[in-house]
């Protein structure tokens, strides 16, 4: 059975930085795309970052380019993702996810490209 379980979230001050860990189990993702999407209270769920398992390449949203960064271990099955400069507009829940499929560029923001979820953890940004 896959698993997908995020940690890391909390409560963080504007412009400081969090770090979310989403673990793997069941299957391995080395060669599978993983993302990071987020929903907001009374919000859709929005792509945040992919990563694509064949060639490592990283897509980013234009709002978290430049102050998240993606990274996975594939040997331990694990992806990251680094926040920094966070800001009010980030709170979100955030759900890591894993697909089985060979996924185009412009495929990697799309919800539908991921067959496997996680639970989420909650990021809050406040003073």
């Known amino acids: 059975q896959v698993q997908l379980v995020e940690s890391g979230g909390g409560l963080v001050q504007p412009g400081g930085s969090l770090r979310l860990s989403c673990a793997a189990s069941g299957r391995s993702f080395s060669t599978y795309p993983m993302a990071w999407f987020r929903q907001g209270s009374g919000t859709e769920r929005e792509f945040v970052v992919g990563?694509?398992?064949?060639?490592?390449?990283?897509f980013y949203s234009n709002s978290v380019r430049g102050r998240f960064t993606v990274s996975r271990d594939k040997a331990k099955n694990m992806m990251y993702l680094q926040m920094n400069n966070l800001k009010p507009e980030d709170t979100a829940v955030y759900y890591c996810a894993a697909g089985i499929g060979r996924p185009i560029a412009s495929s990697m923001r799309l919800a539908s490209t991921y067959e496997y979820w996680g639970q989420g953890t909650q990021v809050t940004v406040s003073s």
């Open positions: 990563i694509r398992g064949s060639d490592n390449n990283s």
